[in-house]
């Protein structure tokens, strides 16, 4: 079982969405409004004057084919458009 970390550009959220129905992905929790600054050479999303736009992230448990569907379908949706700067992060969890 593999927990799934999306953070992404809240403009995304619909095709993220959209990306999680197609894989079957029905659990999910998400933060909205979320700030910060990637470590590659993406703007910042602080949502402020100088930096207005915003991130959203999110965090789901799936089996291990789930998650190399989901990560194939979202990295299709970050390569579309790079600057929007989607980051995907993955890691084996014990299921309960």
């Not at 403009?11 to 590659?40: D, H, I, N, P």
Request: hydrophobic share 40%.
């Amino acid at each position: 079982m593999k927990a799934v970390f999306v953070a992404y550009n809240e403009a995304q959220t619909e095709a993220v969405l959209e990306a999680m129905e197609k894989c079957f992905v029905k659990g999910y929790t998400m933060w909205q409004q979320v700030t910060g600054r990637g470590s590659k050479d993406g703007e910042p999303h602080l949502g402020s004057h100088a930096w207005p736009t915003m991130n959203t992230a999110m965090i789901t448990f799936v089996d291990d084919e789930s998650a190399k569907r989901l990560k194939e379908r979202l990295m299709e949706i970050d390569n579309l458009k790079p600057q929007l700067g989607l980051r995907l992060f993955s890691w084996t969890v014990d299921e309960s």
